[in-house]
């Protein structure tokens, strides 16, 4: 069977042993095939020493079973699970910098539309946290986007909750 031609951004979680080399043998899974990572987490979880390695991967809709079964078969993986997008809510965190001088009643006013807070001041720039969905953030970054938009960075996803749920037998 072909895979689809656009593949879609899929997020899966991998529970593991934190054994090194471990993420270099995930991550190869994925570059042979050509699968581009869009972003990667890796935690630390409160039973011994496990991780939990969160992805989002543009795969293929019919190509996700088969990866996960091959992420199972490293020996240090105990579970890799995959979510479609709409199947979380997990949000991520934006941070942009901007330039002192954007700094007036204008940019409250955007900042307390779209939630997003005041996290650090310096003389030069000041610091804007916002915590949402990927698209709620890049509204706002259309919106701040300008001269004043220093920089901009955003975090990866992390797994949903009921992933945290593991067997504890499994370690």
Sequence with gaps: MKPTKNPALQLIAVYADDKKGLLGQVLML?????????????ARTDLREAVLITLEVYLPEDRLDQMLRRIEKIIEVYRAEAFRHGETDNPKVGLYKIGI???????WVLLQQHGATVCALAADAFLIRKLGTAGELQRLYNQLEGPYLLDYCQS????PEMLLRVEKTCY
């Design 30 to 42: 994925f570059n042979r095939k050509d699968y581009p990572v869009h972003s990667l987490n890796v």
């Design 101 to 107: 001088e954007a700094l007036n009643n204008s940019t």
């Design 156 to 159: 990866s996803m992390v797994a």
